[in-house]
T-cell receptor
């Protein structure tokens, strides 16, 4: 079974600065997808970014980018120019590319953005 | 973007009563929907996978008779918490996968969640 681990329960960053959230996963599969979801205080889950395992190029979405290290099974999220609205719980998630579409979530990292 | 509507957003009920939560995909069809439970400051725990026109697949440890799932159409799945008790109080979230997208690229879209409080 796949597992996803987020070792940072809480992180904080100053507004306009950069922060990196860590995520590691364990799988024996070669075909899979990785996601970062954001859950603000409203508790609405919002997709931030996704990465296909077969792509070597790291995904980027505006101020959000990932560092995908397939051999190390690491998938960190970098938030640049942090904004107050980035404050939320961030979840890393894994999805198999071959067996179903269920997501396996990490424990989450609570990000605080200080003005 | 795709929208998933979940209703109600908050429900309070008495112990022993049943509560139904609806999850609708508004602008896409979803053959597969998912139901999660989330405790405060914790991650999402998958309860069951809801498949249109067939029985739901429950995760280990989830009581099928307690949490009834019906996925009667391509845009609607319902979760009924039967004979609710205070320990069922939690935040329930649904998600839906767009059947129109190739499976390799499909994304799960989430509802806004339902807070259930059982007195």
């Amino acid at each position: 079974a796949q597992t996803v681990t987020q070792s940072q329960p809480e992180m904080s960053v100053q507004e306009a600065e950069t922060v990196t959230l860590s995520c590691t996963y364990d799988t024996s599969e070669s075909d899979y997808y990785l996601f970062w979801y954001k859950q603000p205080p409203s508790r609405q889950m919002i997709l931030v970014i996704r990465q296909e395992a077969y792509k070597q190029q790291n995904a980027t979405e505006n101020r959000f980018s990932v560092n995908f290290q397939k051999a190390a099974k690491s998938f960190s999220l970098k938030i640049s120019d942090s904004q107050l609205g980035d404050a939320a719980m961030y979840f890393c998630a894994y999805r198999s590319g071959t067996s179903g579409s269920r997501l396996t979530f990490g424990e989450g990292t609570q990000l605080t953005v200080n003005p | 973007g795709a929208v998933v509507s979940q209703h109600p957003s908050w429900v309070i009920c008495k112990s022993g009563t049943s509560v139904k939560i609806e999850c609708r995909s508004l602008d896409f069809q979803a053959t597969t929907m998912f139901w999660y439970r989330q405790f405060p400051k914790q991650s999402l725990m998958l309860m069951a996978t809801s498949n249109e026109g067939s029985k739901a697949t429950y995760e280990q440890g989830v009581e099928k008779d307690k949490f009834l799932i019906n996925h009667a159409s391509l845009t609607l799945s319902t979760l009924t918490v039967t004979s609710a008790h205070p320990e069922d109080s939690s935040f329930y979230i649904c998600s839906a996968r767009d059947s129109g997208q190739f499976d390799r690229f499909s994304i799960q879209y989430f509802g806004a969640g339902t807070r259930l409080s059982v007195l």
